[in-house]
């Protein structure tokens, strides 16, 4: 099992990014798909989870109406869209995969991290 998160990078206030989280080895239909996010100094933190087969979607109060979660099957994919950044969303962004029906800290399957930066 692999899960490659990508996308993440340096934006202003206000901008936007969407991540990407590439799965192999386990089947989206059978597993929730979720991104943690841990900011220097604090505490891993979840950011969204998606149950599996894509059946709910919940999102943190601090990200709700600007994160948004999806999945291309196809290509076996989970995608994090990202607007409204604030620089309080600056941190290293992980996603998680777990037989289970939400991801948690003790989730089996992690990607590697992305970092996430917003500043002027």
């Known amino acids: 099992v692999q899960l490659q998160a990508s996308g993440g990078g340096s934006v202003q206030p206000g901008g936007s990014l969407r991540l990407s989280c590439a799965v192999s080895g386990l089947s989206l239909d059978y597993h929730a798909l979720g991104w943690f996010r841990q900011a220097p100094g604090k505490e891993r933190e979840g950011v969204g989870c998606m149950s599996s087969g894509g059946g709910s979607t919940n999102y943190a109060d601090a990200v709700k109406g600007r994160f948004i979660m999806s999945r291309d099957y196809a290509k076996n994919t989970v995608y994090l869209q990202m607007s409204g950044l604030k620089p309080e969303d600056t941190a290293v962004y992980y996603c998680?995969?777990?037989?289970?029906?939400?991801?948690?800290?003790?989730?089996?399957?992690w990607g590697q991290g992305t970092q996430v930066t917003v500043s002027s």
């Open positions: 998680a995969a777990d037989v289970r029906m939400a991801v948690a800290a003790d989730s089996d399957y």
